[in-house]
């Protein structure tokens, strides 16, 4: 055998560490340059100015306004996250049962709004749900109510919108894992003497485990974090980290208390990353043929 | 143990869109038989199983088991037992866990699944693995565990879909016989898929062979190598030399007739059915072939060495003809141009319509 060579291969299947490199340096650059050096600016701002302090992060703890958008953010995106996961995981079964021309159509369902802009989304819901919005006059026209309801500025309304715009990142990942397993398992289950259902339930259910758990994810992470949607649904009454971040920002040129709520954020993100890796960890231990 | 049933399928039709996968397939399995359907690719043998399995349901036709009609019923309830190509052993669950799971459909107690299972591992000769994952195990052990699980329960009826074709060929031959082994023993009628007719041949009682959704000839191994009953069957099962001709006058099924070969010489052979005057198909297996001090003219192309045994393709006037010889004759020596002549046994030769 000759010597492997240890250029960049262009078209081969393997770099060598300086061609990777080469490959992956303008998307890390980026990543330095507008992710990894704000947040740490922000960060130390939150923490080290002008003397190491904590003072800051006990406020987003001690005042109760600001525990109360912490707990309600947490809560919200939960709520979307569960939505989503009933909403989805019958869609995303469905397509990976379909094919052709069928499939197409469910993926271009999933996907179109994926391309339209959130602003156009959130404000379609705006439209929907207002005092004179189309679902209140659908409803007096049908005199199911006397007066208009107030569906706009609650929390049902920011989580019914939010999980709507984020559906796609529920169905994608279970879609992904729903198609990968193949339909004999539940052939074999049934001729083994199950139901369809009990079919579902011990061996179709368990094996889509890992995409349930990667979309709870990430679509938990989205909401966390998430700030058209739940700044125009919500308003004032409802609102998240995200929008308390933005007015210590903007309005209040509060740099340090902001750079503490994004600080709490991160570390929550952080820890749910790290139990979800565990988790996977442990299927691909388990699973796997 | 339950006792075997019988299987019998009558004029089975299935139509996928303009093509007939299966057309009027009668098959009658006997309780505590061995029946393996083999065919090329397309010819619709996994489509009949899949009908018998209930996981397809056939245009036409009807499937009893043990006198119970099943034509269309759901697979659940038809209590058959089935190993399939791929293992399809449930990969988060334990080998023993797989094992169980039929039991635990039919809510047996835990206690009595576990001590069955167990019982069941041990009669595949995997007693001691039941605590491992699918993945932990290899190719052979994964299609033993499958097997477990599909006798745990004790069906009437044991379905095969190419259980072996994903193993190598050593483990493919061990598990050959330990199937046909485990079928005698527990006496249960097992209907088998192969496109491999060795496998077939060794495996099974009767074969089925099928070809573009016909059953072509069902018989015993010996009587399907021996008497082959249409050209395909010849052609598919061993090794055979076609060739074409014209009889003289017609022949009855059995009888000998005397055919005219294309390129020169006469041969005389068994009709494998009612044969008029005119064109008609000699088939002769090589090993029948005996070279000659008079016969069909014959030149000796190329002797081809296997050891046990050599092969030599000849020149005629009329296709090539491949003859196989013993080590232990002469003739395995002949040059490349030798002049011959060809000779066989006319009941070792048999005619088919052109």
């Not at chain 1, 279970?174 to 052939?187: F, W």
């Amino acid at each position: 055998m000759s010597a492997r060579p240890s250029t960049l291969l262009l078209g081969g299947r393997r770099y060598s560490p300086a061609g990777s490199l080469l490959l992956a340096a303008p998307f890390f650059l980026i990543l330095l340059l507008a992710f990894v050096l704000p947040l740490l600016m922000l960060l130390r701002e939150s923490a080290f100015v002008p003397a190491p302090n904590l003072t800051h992060y006990a406020r987003v703890f001690e005042q109760p306004a600001y525990l109360r958008i912490l707990l309600r953010t947490l809560r919200i995106a939960a709520e979307a996250t569960v939505i989503t996961l009933l909403l989805g995981y019958p869609l995303a079964w469905l397509m990976s049962r379909s094919r052709g021309w069928r499939l197409a159509l469910l993926l271009a369902c999933v996907l179109l709004p994926l391309w339209t802009s959130v602003l156009v989304r959130t404000y379609a819901w705006l439209v929907l749900l207002q005092r004179d919005g189309v679902v209140n006059q659908i409803l007096m026209e049908l005199h199911v109510i006397a007066a208009p309801l107030t569906l706009l500025y609650t929390e049902g309304a920011v989580v019914l919108a939010m999980a709507h715009v984020l559906l796609p990142f529920m169905v994608l990942p279970l879609y992904s894992t729903l198609r990968a397993i193949p339909e004999d398992y539940a052939r074999a289950a049934r001729m083994l003497g199950a139901s369809d259902f009990a079919a579902f339930r011990e061996v179709v259910l368990p094996l889509s485990m890992p995409g349930a758990a990667s979309g709870c994810l990430l679509v938990f992470l989205l909401s966390l974090g998430f700030f058209v949607t739940p700044a125009l649904i919500g308003g004032p009454q409802q609102k998240m980290l995200a929008t308390l971040v933005q007015q210590q920002v903007t309005e209040l040129l509060n740099w340090p208390f902001a750079g503490a709520i994004v600080g709490v954020l991160l570390l929550i993100v952080l820890v749910l990353v790290a139990v979800f890796n565990r988790l996977v960890r442990l299927d691909r231990f388990v699973g796997q043929a | 143990m339950t006792e075997a049933a019988a299987i019998a399928v009558r004029g089975l039709t299935k139509r996928f869109g303009p093509v007939t996968a299966v057309d009027r397939v009668d098959l009658h399995v006997a309780a505590g038989e061995f029946l393996a359907l083999l065919g090329p690719s397309g010819s619709g043998k996994t489509t009949i199983l899949m009908n018998i399995a209930g996981f397809d349901y056939p245009d036409a036709g009807s499937i009893t088991v043990g006198g119970r009609d099943v034509t269309f019923l759901p697979p659940q309830r038809r209590e058959l037992g089935m190993v399939f190509q791929r293992y399809t052993l449930f990969p988060h669950m334990s080998g023993a866990e797989n094992v169980a799971f039929p039991l635990k459909m039919r809510r047996i107690p835990r206690a009595e699944r576990e001590r069955r299972a167990l019982e069941a591992l041990e009669t595949v000769r995997l007693g001691g693995l039941g605590d491992r994952r699918p993945s932990q195990l290899s190719g052979g052990q994964q299609q033993r565990v499958a097997l477990a699980r599909a006798i745990v329960y004790r069906p009437q009826v044991l379905l095969m879909d190419e259980p072996l074709s994903a193993l190598d060929k050593n483990l493919r031959e061990e598990m050959q016989i330990e199937i046909k082994h485990l079928q005698r023993a527990l006496g249960i009628t097992v209907v088998f898929v192969t496109h491999d007719q060795t496998e077939a041949l060794t495996m099974a009682d009767r074969v089925s062979v099928l070809d573009g959704g016909r059953l072509q000839q069902i018989g015993s191994p010996k009587e399907l190598y021996e008497r082959p009953e249409t050209a395909f069957v010849a052609g598919f099962i061993g090794e055979t030399n076609f060739w074409n001709g014209t009889l003289s006058a017609p022949a009855a099924p059995g009888e000998i007739g005397r055919i005219m070969l294309e390129g020169g010489g006469e041969a005389e052979a068994v009709a494998s059915c009612a044969l008029p005057a005119g064109p008609a198909r000699l088939a002769v297996r090589p090993e029948r072939i005996r070279l000659a001090p008079a016969g069909v003219a014959a030149t000796v192309k190329e002797a081809i060495y296997a050891g046990n045994v050599t092969t030599l393709i000849l020149r005629t006037g009329g296709p090539e003809l491949r003859v196989r010889l013993a080590a232990s004759d002469p003739a395995c020596a002949a040059a490349p141009g030798t002049a011959t002549a060809l000779a066989w046994s006319p009941a070792d030769a048999r005619l088919y319509p052109a």
